[in-house]
């Protein structure tokens, strides 16, 4: 069974940080590209950052310089470190595992940043 399970969020004050963390089950995790993912109320689920199985890292531009995506293949764990967080951060967040045609999420934590 795949589970892939986030934790970390919370409140925060505005310029603040959070490290999101996601742990995983049932992937054979090093083959997987990870990434993180944000729904704010009434909005999409829109994309933050990824990494690949190589470790190659990619962002949204309304994360990057901010935001910091990694990966620890021994604890199949992939990371969000977020700093200088901003009110429009507010989202739930959500772990994703991709490969070919496979594709999971996990259930989301909250991150709420007040100004």
């Known amino acids: 069974q795949v589970q892939l399970v986030e934790s970390g969020g919370g409140l925060v004050q505005a310029g603040g940080s959070l490290r999101l963390s996601c742990a995983t089950s049932?992937?054979?995790?090093?083959?997987?590209?990870m990434g993180w993912y944000r729904q704010a109320p009434g909005h999409q689920r829109v994309y933050v950052a990824a990494?690949?199985?190589?470790?190659?890292?990619d962002y949204a531009e309304a994360v990057k310089g901010r935001f910091t995506i990694s990966r620890d293949n021994a604890k199949k764990t992939v990371f969000l470190q977020m700093n200088t967080l901003q009110h429009e951060d507010t989202a739930t967040y959500f772990c994703?595992?991709?490969?070919?045609?496979?594709?999971?999420w996990g259930q989301g934590t909250q991150v709420t940043v007040s100004s």
């Open positions: 994703n595992a991709h490969y070919y045609g496979s594709n999971y």
């Open positions: 049932g992937i054979s995790f090093s083959a997987y590209k």
């Open positions: 990494i690949s199985e190589r470790g190659h890292t």
